[in-house]
């Protein structure tokens, strides 16, 4: 059972009534008394008693209302919750406390609130109902709900502590919620004992601000902190007035503490986000701004001033249309439009701002609505009007959170690669055109090297027919020295014709498509051997490992071939041994052709691949020295490469690399 005056520790005397009728007159809870006449019909509750809180804080004109039923002067209440009357009922039947709570709100022609009913039990079948005003409570959680929606702590509502004290500000009387909310029970609470509660670095300023206002007999408002027995700390604000005899003299206080410890770890909370936030602002690496749907800048950070090159004040007192070139107005209205309908949550888009200076700059621009429940430019009766509950309301765009970044290299890159990419487009154009022309030139000079070779090869052949035909016409008449200048007048036009078709094999090297087959390397060697039908006396020593792979076939088998013959063409003796070794690299097969010849001399390593150079007289060992060359060539045509490694009279060995497998232009 909820205590009644008579059950606490005070004189019962008339003064002790007088009080209790002044806390209830004075308390800002409205307080109504209903009677239940008939005990079986929930709906009889009527009014019987209310204070003046009760008028103000519930809207209804309840002098007028005295006798009238629940159900009547409240219709709101009992449709919002039918079980009510019920309840009330029950409790004034049976005497029984009870924590239940409603909520509605109050109407008059000037204003608009919220506020909670709390119900108590009365002697005579009587209960009684505490409405408390609530609205400044809504209103600072919705102002909460509207700080970004990143302070998740909301102010709760907790039930008012009273108390009354004597004209020397000693305590003399505390109801049950003073106490729940200090954590000091009622006899602690007398005199001056309730100073020790107060939390150890509030008490001196909390005791003196409190002897002050009493020796000055002054209102007295403050907001402190009481330290509970297990340590939790309670912030509470504490508001008293003087009260006066009929004389106007004063004979004590009487006040309230409201528990204001959600609101104050709010606060605590909301400044402490305030301050981070503050910090990312105005540190961040990037440009940061609030702008409004007419492009006011609403704030802005230090390193947006730093790209526009504004001081802060005189960019706070443009719009971004000020810095915006002409040709992108229309597509910024049109894109900031589409956040503030509701078509678009964010956008990107890269644009130049005109600096103070008057230069440009490039920027990317990444742009989100920031959106909230409760517009500023809405009233808080309106608010209140429009619904209880606002939790159905449609957030709205409040306006737009800009991250705008310095692409000014990064364009200047751009550009230069743009134009990188024209100069080689231009490039590859004259190139193709290049190689057109190339193409039309070589099959030229192919048809000219082959109409030359005819031209040429056709006297030669005559030369040596002719050679022929003399001595075949004079016998025996021809002398030996004669005959042996006719041998060596046919020997230097069979020269000519192998040097006409060397070189034509030369010029060809390169232009001419080859077709790519997958090979046996040993089969190829094999053939190239049976080609070349070595004497007898050479042994040619072959790896034993060798690879298959896709490669030109005559290509391969050209290099090979003259890089053997040569061996056994320039070796010294009759008997010879010719080595072959392969190896693997990573992209290439490394090729080494080794004999046991006399060797070359290192002063002409550098001659032996130059086109018509030979080390000995033609006279003495005929070639055309061109073979070499056209080796040389293939090699470096196929991306590879070729040397030798040689002394004199230590043999020679010919390295060369060839590709693993045919690279296709892609």
Known sequence: MQPNYRDLPFPHDVGHMD???EVVRNIQLGLTIWHLPEPNDPTSLELVAFNPAAVHVTG?????????????????LVRQDPTLLNHYAAIACTGRTSSHRAESYYSTTTTVGIYRVQVFPLPNRCVGLGFEDITEHRLMEQSLRESDRRYETLAKLLPVGVFRTDHQGNRLYVNQSWCAITGVHTPEASGSQWAAALHPIDRDRVVAEWQRCVQAQLPFQLEYRFLRD????????????PQTNEAGEVVGYIGTITDISDRKQAELAIKDSEERFRATFEQAAVGIAHVSRQGQWLRVNQT???????SRDELMAQRYQDVTPPEYLERDRQIIDQLFQGEAETCNLEKEYVRHDGSRIWVKITASAVRSAYPADVSIQAWLQSSIDNDDRTEQVQYLLAVIEDISERKRSEIALRERAEELTYINALLSRTTALLKHRNEELDQFAYVSSHDLKAPLRAIANLSEWIEEDLGDKLPLENQRQMQLLRGRVHRMEALINGLLEYSRVGRIEIQEETINLNDLLLEVIDLLDPLPTFILHLPPTIPTFTTKRLLLRQVLANLISNAIQHHHRNDGNIFIHIKELETTYEFAIADDGPGIDPKYHSKIFTIFQTLKSRDVNESTGIGLAIVKKIIEAEGCSIWLKSQEQEGCTIYFTWPKAILRPS
């Open 19 to 21: 009080l209790c009728s």
């Open 304 to 310: 947006l001033c730093n790209i526009l090159g504004y």
């Open 230 to 241: 297990d340590q939790t700390v309670t912030w509470v604000l504490g508001q008293a007035i």
């Open 60 to 76: 209804v004109p309840l002098n007028q209302r005295v006798g009238d039923r629940l159900v009547d002067c409240f219709p709101d």
